[in-house]
């Protein structure tokens, strides 16, 4: 690398540095807009009746609105990005699973529906499920066009009569007379949203958080992936032993990290990009600590593609061809429900009584060195209570997608896209029927949440599966 060219540690130094310039900034010019007259419409103050509050537009909290709306409720849906879809869309990460098992369906519903109709308007293919995946699990993940689902996600919401808020974030919750009162802040706007139920899919336990109830995180979390595409170099005239020992000099020089790319600078080459970057302490529960991933992770990009460029014969008009606007986050915050989905749950398929939905995937936690999936026994389904979708003593509040109260090795599987549909789609439905009943959710008989989910298409859990 060039002497030019700003170093990493100074990079991210010149960036917080920035970061308070603009919070200083941003100080100031509030303070000005404040005692302008004329600024009267950039502080617009609204308050919004609603039976149901949805807080993340991301993979659980499109089908939770989705659920509630179709099932009648006036549904709002809070986002503070500009598109649903979460991680699938923003992040890229755009091959939900896993739907079937074993040589069956085991997840249906909304998320299946809109997943469908997603590789049917971008004339893509399902995968063939009556083939086993043995250890290969990628095999049944739906390849989708992501800019496609979004749209989809988006219309579908409209047409079930879905409010939709982005560039919005909850600063205040309040439960008082049956009721949240939520305080909504956004560009230009002020919402108090007064609702009778509250499903948090922030992926971050940030609703529940700021409610009061506690929650989980480990001290070392899964790295976070930036998703990109290179391409326009050629694969086959690079000298592999070569291209190792550039790589093995940059890192020694610390021009690039070893675990960025999972110490497999030659897989880069091979999977041009795609879901192989690893940058460690990935963080999107705060504005400050998701810009610091992202800056992170860009750096990291531009760093290697530069390396490639200007090091390794055979890479010099190696273009990047796309890259996500955020970074992918793996694991942040959990509930801590009233009931907590242990490890040893999820690989022996316990079927709970209050079981809403299906969970498949292997126990995947990555790390430093990449991620070893350890599969499940063949036969074993896993199972989601509904009692892990409620923070512990709270009323009238659900959560569902990755920060369902659970152990963090569960959690690693229960965190993939399919599983955070069908929980959606199951605390959707358990808001529904609490908000008719002018109760809580766990209140609410199991058979009437079983009744309505089979009525939107979900597939229940059932005992000798």
């Known amino acids: 690398m060039k002497d030019s060219h700003i170093g ?25 807009i404040a005692s302008a007259q004329s600024s009267k419409h950039l502080h617009n103050k609204e308050t919004k009746e609603a039976d149901v509050l949805v807080v993340g537009g991301g993979t659980a909290g ?10 009648g409720c006036r549904t709002i849906l809070v986002e503070n990005g500009s598109m649903l879809g979460g991680t699938m869309t923003v992040g890229g990460v755009a091959f939900p699973g896993l739907f079937h098992a074993w040589g069956r369906q085991i997840i249906a519903g909304i998320g299946w529906e809109l997943v469908t109709e997603t590789v049917k308007l971008d004339d893509g293919r399902l995968p063939d499920f009556s083939i086993p995946t043995g250890r290969s699990h990628p095999r049944h993940q739906v390849r989708i066009n992501p800019n496609i689902y979004a749209l989809l ?27 949240w009162n939520i305080e909504v802040v956004g560009k230009g706007t002020r919402m108090t949203t007064r609702c009778k139920q509250l499903i948090d899919c922030t992926g971050n336990g940030y609703m ?3 409610a009061g109830y506690p929650v989980l995180r480990e001290n070392e979390t899964q790295p976070g992936s930036l998703m990109f595409k290179i391409g326009e170099y050629y694969s086959r005239s690079v000298d592999q032993k070569l291209l190792r020992e550039k790589y093995e000099e940059a890192v020694k020089d610390g021009r690039l990290v070893r675990k960025e790319f999972r110490n497999k600078i030659e897989g880069l080459l091979k999977k041009a990009g795609n879901n192989i970057h690893h940058i460690s302490n990935a963080d999107s529960t705060t504005s400050a600590a998701h810009t ?5 992770s860009r750096t990291t990009l531009l760093e290697t593609l530069r390396f490639l460029r200007e090091e390794v014969p055979g890479c010099e008009k190696t273009k990047l061809l796309s890259m996500q606007p955020e970074t992918a986050v793996r694991e942040t915050y959990r509930v801590e429900g009233e009931y907590e989905i242990t490890e040893s749950d999820y690989t022996s398929g316990k079927l709970f009584d209050d079981a809403v939905c299906y969970s498949f995937y292997p126990i995947d936690v990555h790390d430093e060195h990449g991620v070893r999936p350890e599969h499940l026994s063949e036969g074993t389904f896993p199972t989601v209570p509904l009692r892990a979708l409620v923070p512990k003593n709270s009323k009238n509040l659900l959560v569902a997608g990755r920060c369902v109260s659970s152990d963090r090795r569960a959690n690693s599987a229960l965190r993939v896209q399919a599983s955070c549909m069908a929980m959606g789609q199951a605390a959707g439905a358990a808001a529904v029927l609490a908000v008719a009943r002018n109760t809580t959710p766990l209140d ?17 859990p059932e005992a000798n599966s």
């Open 292 to 296: 610091a991933t992202n800056i992170e």
């Open 8 to 32: 990493r540690r100074q990079f991210v130094r010149y960036s917080a540095a920035g970061i308070a310039a603009v919070a200083s900034a941003k100080a100031l010019a509030e303070e000005s």
């Open 62 to 71: 499109v089908i939770a609105a989705l659920q509630a709306a179709r099932a």
């Open 208 to 210: 529940t958080a700021l």
């Open 444 to 460: 609410v008989p199991l058979n009437e949440i079983r009744t309505l989910l089979a009525k939107h298409n979900a597939i229940l």
């Open 153 to 179: 996600a988006e219309e579908k919401c409209l047409q079930a009569g879905v409010e939709l808020r982005y560039y919005e974030t909850p600063v205040k919750a309040e439960f008082t007379d049956g009721r």
